[in-house]
């Protein structure tokens, strides 16, 4: 009877220790959330019938591969990242597993992902200086000497690059970027599109008096303040760009960063961005535009097809795009394509089967096929079957004359587009001044560029 | 044979095993990156000593996120506690529903962070929540009111939220507290005359103040860890302004500041360590002696 008991209690005893390691996992598709970081959420694609040999260019693997993805929750949702992942898998029987992250906290989860070595095996991000965190040298297959390289246009082809090699293909959308204006309301207010800062503050005046939102702004979510659009035109001069980045110059040494800073602020305070913008979401941007309750939004031009007409089909053929008037420069600039590389991660078992998905997806039969009928200027040469906005189509003319390179994001070292934009919403809301605001985007992008280890800070 | 003696014993060497290799272990050595220059971009981690905590003491956010974690502690405590205790007391009289209404009670504590943040980001919206449309219903002049879009009205929130969640612990915790009183104790003070007051106050406040000091412990301590609804209602914003503690320890990782990340949460554990400390100390008084 004491023997049995024993046996119990070492039987009871062993089940405790197992249940308790039970909670331990290790790496692969579930993404484990600690109480200190957002859970990201792992959707499955689920394999259709792989009936078909892959295309010409592209060799399948022999046995079915399963390749994991990670990336933003926003980019999977995108019809062409769709429609190529479906091709894909018809044309190779290979499964995606695309494990999205949340839009607000994805940066964090994916770079703590890596910290911990928890890395997929094809990693989707904008490219430039953001990407030192994830330490492309070390992570990413080279594809400097790939075939497509040399497909990719010749304003596109700098932001796959880190220092100066070529790791993502950019297979996304080029969109061109300022503000998406209600050609309508604009109309009936006896508006024409803005060609000076102040032409477009008056526009905000008579807008807000007819009981329309000026513009709107999903200040709650921090990242559609989207000031880049201003900064970019700071560092367009490459000795400028070269200051700041070796710590000769700050933020708070260029007039136009705190014009642009005040433009924030004036616009708050006189009420264009609404009485209570400090709330507004990104997710209430459709309904706001799309029911004529605000007239502008700093956005793209391909945001109207993608998200608008969703919801209000048809409303993009009211709208249209202007240069953004953020304070940087009088006559307004647009900004030219961000696109979104696809990286290969070089220490995956499944390295050889994630090159050859990179190889499918710049095949030019495959991307026209992806890319047909999208609303988007081409970021290939052999791009032929998308098609150009009606946003862009609208102001094609000042989009040609006044559209500027994307600068902040890929070469401004130490550039952040949501902590940057939380001290600008302390500003806004009279938290802080306008120099300290300055003050402290110039000593977190300084934090960044030490901890990069970058001469001269 | 000491058996029955050293069987406790048996149980607890492996669950302390587990514990040691599993949590105390990699806890220790993680603390350890705080004296580190660690972040993505460096192969080779430097010992860097206390630098990052002369940084950290400078930061302005870490002033806020300590006085708001603080308030959000405290405000929870007293009201957990308080409607804890009241809400035990009321279930503790034999009423018919009485069964029901501690199931109602204890309802919100089984919802998770995320569906608790949801609701009360619904209830306090702008434009479309509920408390904006009574409070325009009853007349309010400038009913839209924007409560997560500053500091106070949005720590309001935060707190409304974590004491609707949490108020059922108290009041379970209390009420099991309230039903181990005898009645004997109770019958004999009314017999010699003391009032509900009076009873309350020498007999059955003392009684249960083992149950209420766990509740205000179990408070505190989680009320200083305040972070997911934090996160969900307004993402520590507008801004840094409602950032606790551990929202502030995302934040900074967010930066890539991933030792000044842990310096932080090593100077939260300590203060963990502290609170729990001076509090174990100094609520025994508060107990009845036997």
Not at chain 1, 213 to 238: E, R
Not at chain 1, 275 to 286: R, S
Not at chain 1, 419 to 433: D, P, T, V
Not at chain 2, 247 to 259: G, H, K, P, Q
Request: charged share 15%; glycine share 8%; hydrophobic share 45%.
């Amino acid at each position: 009877m004491m023997k049995l008991k024993k046996m119990g209690y070492t039987v009871i005893c062993a089940l405790l220790v197992a249940s308790t390691m039970a909670g331990c996992t290790s790496a692969a598709k579930s993404t484990t959330a600690d109480t200190t970081t957002a859970v990201g959420t792992t959707a499955q694609e689920q394999t259709t019938t792989a009936a078909t040999t892959a295309a010409a260019t592209t060799t399948a693997s022999k046995e079915p591969v399963t390749l994991t993805i990670l990336a933003n929750q926003d980019w999977v949702t995108k019809p062409y990242m769709k429609a190529i992942w479906q091709l894909y898998e018809d044309k190779t029987g290979n499964k995606l597993d695309i494990q999205a992250v949340p839009i607000d906290s994805g940066e964090t989860i994916m770079k703590t992902k890596f910290a911990t070595g928890e890395i997929s095996d094809i990693f989707m991000h904008f490219g430039g200086s953001g990407l030192a965190a994830y330490q492309p040298e070390k992570n990413f297959v080279d594809f400097s000497g790939a075939a497509w390289v040399a497909d990719v246009q010749d304003y596109v082809l700098p932001q796959t690059k880190f220092n100066d090699k070529v790791y993502g293909l950019p297979f996304w959308e080029a969109s061109i970027s300022g503000v998406i204006y209600n050609t309508e309301i604009f109309d009936n207010l006896g508006l024409k599109m803005p060609t000076t800062q102040a032409e477009f503050m008056t526009a905000c005046e008579t807008i807000k008096n007819a009981g329309i939102t000026p513009m709107y702004l999903a200040c709650k979510d921090t990242w559609p303040l989207l000031y880049q659009y201003g900064v970019d035109n700071m560092f367009l001069d490459s000795a400028v760009l070269g200051k700041l980045n070796s710590n000769t110059l700050k933020y708070a040494d260029i007039p136009a960063f705190k014009t642009m800073i005040q433009w924030y602020k004036d616009m708050a305070d006189k009420g264009y961005f609404g009485d209570k913008f400090a709330t507004n979401t990104y997710d209430g941007a459709p309904a706001a535009l799309g029911e004529g309750k605000a007239a502008m939004m700093l956005s793209w031009d391909s945001y109207a097809s993608s998200d608008l007409d969703t919801k209000y089909p048809g409303i993009s053929s009211k709208f249209s795009i202007m240069p953004a008037f953020v304070g940087a420069v009088d006559g307004g600039s647009y900004e030219g394509p961000n696109v979104c590389l696809t990286f290969v991660n070089k220490n995956s078992k499944n390295v050889e089967a994630a090159k050859e998905y990179v190889a499918f997806m710049a095949d030019p039969a495959n991307y026209n096929q992806a890319f047909k009928d999208f609303g988007t200027t081409p970021v290939f040469k052999g791009e032929t079957t998308n098609k150009t906005t009606s946003l862009y189509d609208s102001a094609a003319a000042v989009i040609a004359e006044k559209t500027v390179a994307s600068t902040a994001w890929p070469s401004v070292i130490g550039f952040t587009q949501v902590e940057g934009a939380k001290y600008i919403q302390e500003c806004m809301l009279g938290i802080s001044s306008v120099d300290e605001c300055i003050a402290a985007m110039d000593n977190d992008r300084i934090q960044i560029a030490k901890a990069q280890q970058t001469p001269g800070f | 044979m000491h058996l029955k003696k050293i069987y406790p014993t048996y149980f607890m060497i492996i669950p302390l095993i587990v514990f040691t290799i599993f949590f105390l272990i990699p806890s220790t050595i993680g603390y350890l990156y705080a004296f580190t220059d660690w972040n993505p971009y460096v192969e080779k981690i430097k010992f860097v000593g206390v630098e990052n905590f002369v940084e950290i003491f400078q930061n302005k956010s870490l002033t806020t996120a300590f006085v708001n974690t603080v308030v959000i502690a405290v405000v929870k405590t007293v009201f957990v506690t308080v409607i804890g205790v009241g809400i035990a007391l009321l279930l503790n009289r034999g009423f018919r529903t009485n069964k029901m209404l501690r199931t109602v009670y204890f309802m919100p504590a089984i919802f998770s962070a995320l569906i608790v943040g949801l609701i009360f980001s619904g209830l306090f919206d702008t434009q479309n929540g509920v408390i904006n449309q009574v409070l325009g219903a009853i007349g309010v002049k400038d009913a839209q009111i924007e409560w997560l879009g500053s500091r106070w009205p949005a720590l309001t929130v935060v707190n409304a939220a974590e004491i609707w969640r949490s108020a059922g612990y108290g009041v379970v915790i209390t009420l099991a507290a309230l039903q181990s009183i005898p009645a004997d104790y109770l019958e004999a003070a009314k017999m010699d005359g003391a009032n509900g007051w009076q009873r309350f106050r020498h007999i059955i406040l003392p009684m249960i103040m083992p149950a209420v000091n766990v509740n205000i412990l179990f408070s505190l301590i989680y009320g200083l860890k305040m972070f997911d609804l934090i996160l969900i209602l307004t993402g520590g914003g507008p801004g840094h302004e409602t950032e606790s503690f551990g929202t502030l320890i995302l934040s900074e990782m967010s930066r890539d500041r991933y030792s000044q990340s842990v310096s932080i949460n090593l100077i939260f554990s300590i203060m963990l360590v502290i609170v729990a400390i001076l509090f174990q100390k100094y609520s025994k008084k508060w107990e009845a002696k036997e």
